[in-house]
């Protein structure tokens, strides 16, 4: 299920009987750790490492300048904000962007059985942010593109 060796893999009930440890081991040590039971499996990952991970999807609002209204959109995401300057059509996407992800996740199930669950990596990003720091997922500088990894 997993590439032997490269992440830790626990029985369900050893995983259980050690939470106190496994938690120390995916929050302090940042191991994440396979949890197995019977033919099922999750993934114990510390929700710092996850925002970490979810860093790599960006949202690219389009804007479009109209004579009395500012259209703000997730085109991929189907959602729209607008208002009649840039900073109120902002709010107004983020308005809807919170009331899809709050749907998304309350109907998790659903959604990943849609085209819609190539939106889920977006969406958690969303829901695992602070509400005073989800604004800033909309006005995000430009990444480097020029710059390599290494």
Do not use: C
């Not at 109209?66 to 607008?82: F, H, N, Y």
């Not at 109120?88 to 308005?95: P, T, V």
């Amino acid at each position: 299920m997993t590439l032997p060796g490269a992440i830790p893999t626990k029985p369900f009930s050893q995983a259980k009987a050690e939470l106190s440890e496994l938690m120390n081991q995916v929050v302090r040590e940042h191991r994440p750790t396979v949890i197995e039971r019977r033919r099922e499996a999750m993934v114990a990952l510390s929700l710092d490492d996850l925002r970490s991970l979810l860093e790599a999807f960006r949202f690219e609002p389009r804007v479009v300048v109209g004579r009395k209204e500012v259209v703000a959109s997730l085109d991929e995401m189907g959602l729209v904000g607008s208002g009649p300057d840039l900073d109120s059509a902002i709010d107004d996407l983020l308005e809807e962007l919170r009331d899809y992800a709050t749907d998304f996740v309350r109907r998790y199930s659903f959604y990943m059985q849609t085209d819609r669950r190539a939106h889920a990596a977006w969406v958690l990003r969303v829901a695992l942010t602070p509400p005073e720091e989800q604004r800033d997922l909309l006005v995000e500088e430009p990444v480097d593109e020029g710059r390599a990894i290494r």
